[in-house]
């Protein structure tokens, strides 16, 4: 909601004329870095809740960028939940034992495949925001490149499936 709202009141979040009560300017930089501290919040429902401010901070980097340059901000956190979704759900890390009764090691795969598709998702999600957040400044992206383009998981140059 909070990325809808601000899309809607763009003219008025970008004059730079709001005020929080705590005297600090309402700006989208502020929004996107409160939306990305609550991403960060653990809870037992944490990864879709993560999804869904992932998704916010998404659709406000897509409004508001550019001009808004917070990619050298955002990088090393979306950087990190690249390699550990990739990490935790690459071949041979989803283990369900053979040993348990069919219907309880069925219960427990449809699991690990859920598990898997909203790691995915969140994975996805990130993409979306260093596409949105790219920079502008031919500097900064020289800065990250590199660093982007191994987050790809290529293996001999060749893009993994």
């Known amino acids: 909601a909070i990325a809808s709202v601000s899309a809607a009141c763009q003219d008025t979040l970008e004059a730079d004329d709001l005020v929080t009560e705590d005297g600090?300017?309402?700006?989208p930089m502020l929004i996107i870095q409160a939306v990305e501290a609550e991403s960060k919040r653990t809870s037992s429902s944490a990864k879709e809740y993560?999804?869904?401010?992932?998704?916010?901070?998404?659709?406000?980097?897509e409004t508001f960028c550019p001009p808004l340059d917070m990619f050298g901000e955002l990088f090393p956190y979306v950087k990190t939940l690249i390699q550990d979704i990739s990490e935790?759900?690459?071949?041979?890390?989803?283990?369900?034992?053979?040993?348990?009764?069919?219907?309880?090691r069925e219960e427990e795969e449809k699991e690990a495949a859920l598990h898997k598709a909203r790691?995915?998702?969140?994975?996805?999600?990130?993409?979306?925001?260093?596409?949105?957040?790219?920079?502008?400044?031919?500097?900064?992206?020289?800065?990250?490149?590199e660093e982007v383009l191994d987050l790809r998981g290529t293996k001999d140059g060749q893009l993994e499936q």
């Open 50 to 61: 993560q999804r869904r401010a992932l998704t916010a901070i998404a659709q406000l980097l």
């Open 24 to 27: 600090m300017a309402l700006t």
């Open 119 to 145: 790691n995915r998702v969140v994975q996805a999600e990130c993409f979306r925001i260093l596409g949105a957040a790219w920079p502008v400044q031919y500097s900064t992206q020289q800065n990250f490149i």
């Open 88 to 104: 935790s759900t690459g071949e041979g890390n989803t283990f369900v034992s053979q040993k348990l009764d069919r219907k309880k």
